[in-house]
Structures are given as structure tokens and as C-alpha cells.
């Protein structure tokens, strides 16, 4: 059996990592600017996470929900305190395409309306209806020709406000910083609008900050920079620094029962351990503070090298648009420069490096980076 190639591969096999590098079988040293797409939030092999998911695994490891889990109560009541949602509810999932998944279920249960409200350039995950609500055609085609979805620009509120006073969509879904489509952001004013007509047509907000939350934008979720709450709130990536977690915080109005949604391997134990292990290093490091000043640092410097066409990002969620090819420009920085970063777009460069990253790497970082400039 082979495997199904669907993944454009660098001949590269990390097989050990320590805080911001990663190490190939020979032993050469990549600095590590991406992060499995900003998955490792804490570092590589941090200690306290290897140590809680060593301990859950010679304990039990794993079971399904079938039973009582203390862990998920201590993750739900962390997360709550850690991200100023104490008074929402928590359902765990496996991915981020799974909590999307289970957020316009619960809107559309909420609302009794089958429509949703995406906006261009989005990206929402790979479940049939994430992927419905992904603009983007090499993925999405044929899901988002389905009439339940529809698009409209980022940013265009009057675009919005026309949608929504059919009172046909049950949910707008927006990514707290689009970062497959290249780190767009959305305004904080129209964050705000966006807050209010949802409220004002009884449609619910649900903020996608599966790739923009848990700390990655100097904030624990992006949203929060324009003072607003939205009705669920979907997570993944960081959440678990590799262990396969996602979640969607779910407002008070929402009524839970029996059978509403339902997993099997979702808050199971070990993913638990792991994800409270990370919250732990979160606030016992200051990460989230630490992930404000050198992203603000990093961002800064970017922006004063003429060579670059634009930066755009908040915190270690970074987009650098320069003349020519993204993808070579990535290769030439990882075979010559061993610096692992993304891709988002023709010609964007995207970094979402561990949020422990420090100034010194930021600024080894733009040493290597400036090197392949012209």
C-alpha cells in the first residue's frame, strides 16, 4: 500500500524538536517560523507538556465519552478563566474542521435557518459543510455552489447588513485574521458592525480563531482587540501543541441537551492532559503578553525593509508579501537559510512561530530572512 499523495512535501524529516527548532535525522538545525501551521503554540517538547502527556499515557491514556472526565471540567474551567469566557460552556472536538462543523449545527438549531454567511478568501476547515463555507474553489468546488452558503467581501458591512435583512442566514462565520487567504484582517470597526446586525437580525456571530486564537495575536482571541463577544467560538491548533484537539465555546443562550451534538474521541483523556498542560505554560510564561511584544517588535522591523511590498498581521500571526514567488522565496529560506515558515497566497510568506518565541530569534530570523532579499 502507498500512500494517497494529496501533500506537496519538503525532502526534510524532523525527528526531534527543542522550543523554536526542530532537528533532521543528521542532525542539522531549522529555526521554526511555522509551527505545523501555528499548531505548536508552547515549543517543541516543552517539559511540562511531555511530562503531563507521559503521566496521562502510563495512567490510562485514553478513553471515549462515555464517562465521567474530571480533566475536561479543569480544561473547561482554565480555558474559561484563561480567555475571559468563564460564562460560556466548552464542547470539545478532534480538529478545527470538526468545531466549525459543530457551530453552524448548533446555529442553525438556534436559529431554525439553513443559510450561512462566509466571506471571500475564507478558509473554514475540511468537513462537507467547513468546506461549504471555504472560499476557496481547489478546495471547496463543488460545496460552495450549495445555495445555503453565500459570500461577501471582508470588511464590506453594507454587503452584510443586505444579506442579513432577509433573516434567512442562521450564522455569519469570520475568521479572527484570515490566514490561509494570507493574513487579511478584519477591521475592528467592522467587527463591531458586524456584532450588531447579527444581534439586531437574530443571527449568530460565530468567530473562527482556530488559526488566530489562543494567544497567537497578542490577545487570547483575536476578536477580543475590538471588544466584542461572539455567540460560539471555535478553536484548534495551538490548543493542544500537536495533540489532535479543537473546540467551540458556546454562549450562555445556547441550551444544552442530551444527544444535541455528539464525538468519539473528542476531550478524551490524554487530549485533555495535553491541552490543560498547555494553558499551564501559557499563564505561567506569560505567552500570550510575550506573543504581543515581539510580534509588535517583529512587525515593526519587517516594515521598515524596503524590499518587502507589504506586512500585515497582529502578534506571531505574520504575512509578508514580497516581489516574486512565495513558494521559492520558502524553499531558498529553508534549504539555505534552515528556516522553516508558510505560505499563504503566490507570493505571501507566513510565520507562526511557537508564542515563547524571544527577540533574539526574531532578530536571528530577519539576519537570514534579509540575506535572500534583493
Do not use: W
Not at 443571527?203 to 473562527?208: N, V
Amino acid at each position: 500500500m502507498k500512500l494517497f499523495n494529496v501533500y506537496t512535501l519538503y525532502p526534510i524529516e524532523p525527528v526531534r524538536g527543542v522550543g523554536n527548532f526542530v532537528y533532521d535525522a543528521a542532525g542539522t538545525e531549522y529555526l521554526d517560523l511555522y509551527g505545523g501551521h501555528a499548531v505548536i503554540s508552547i515549543g517543541h517538547a516543552h517539559p511540562t507538556y511531555v511530562k503531563a502527556v507521559q503521566e496521562q499515557v502510563a495512567r490510562m491514556g485514553f478513553y471515549s465519552n462515555s464517562v465521567e472526565n474530571s480533566l475536561q471540567i479543569e480544561l473547561a474551567e482554565r480555558l474559561g478563566r484563561v480567555s475571559g469566557y468563564d460564562d460560556y460552556s466548552l464542547f470539545l472536538a478532534n480538529s478545527g474542521a470538526e468545531a466549525n462543523e459543530n457551530a453552524i449545527k448548533l446555529a442553525s438549531f438556534q436559529t431554525g435557518r439553513a443559510k450561512i454567511l462566509a466571506f471571500g478568501k475564507a478558509f473554514h476547515g475540511r468537513t462537507s459543510g467547513a468546506v461549504a463555507a471555504t472560499d476557496n474553489p481547489s478546495i471547496s468546488a463543488p460545496f460552495n455552489r450549495t445555495p445555503n452558503v453565500e459570500f461577501v467581501p471582508l470588511n464590506d458591512i453594507a454587503a452584510v447588513r443586505e444579506k442579513l435583512a432577509t433573516r434567512e442566514f442562521a450564522a455569519v462565520i469570520i475568521e479572527g485574521i484570515q490566514g490561509v487567504a494570507g493574513i487579511h484582517l478584519p477591521t475592528d470597526d467592522f467587527l463591531r458592525q458586524l456584532r450588531e446586525v447579527t444581534t439586531e437580525t437574530g443571527t449568530q456571530l460565530i468567530l473562527d480563531e482556530i488559526q488566530s486564537g489562543y494567544g497567537r495575536t497578542g490577545r487570547f482571541f483575536a476578536h477580543q482587540y475590538a471588544g466584542i463577544r461572539p455567540d460560539l467560538i471555535t478553536m484548534a491548533k495551538g490548543m493542544g501543541n500537536g495533540f489532535p484537539i479543537g473546540g467551540v465555546l458556546i454562549a450562555p443562550h445556547f441550551e444544552a441537551r442530551a444527544g444535541l451534538l455528539g464525538t468519539t474521541f473528542g476531550g478524551n483523556h490524554l487530549a485533555c492532559a495535553a491541552a490543560i498542560a498547555v494553558l499551564k505554560v501559557i499563564e505561567e510564561e506569560h505567552l500570550v503578553e510575550n506573543a504581543a511584544r515581539v510580534g509588535e517588535q517583529l512587525i515593526e522591523k519587517l516594515k521598515a525593509i524596503p524590499a518587502l511590498k507589504e506586512v500585515r498581521g497582529r502578534g506571531l500571526m505574520i504575512g509578508i508579501e514580497i516581489d516574486g514567488s512565495g513558494s521559492e522565496f520558502r524553499r531558498k529560506l529553508l534549504f539555505e537559510e534552515h528556516v522553516f515558515t508558510g505560505g499563504a497566497g503566490a507570493s505571501t510568506v507566513r510565520l507562526l512561530p511557537a508564542l515563547s518565541l524571544t527577540e533574539a530569534l526574531a532578530d536571528e530570523f530577519l539576519t537570514r530572512f534579509k540575506k535572500l532579499l534583493p
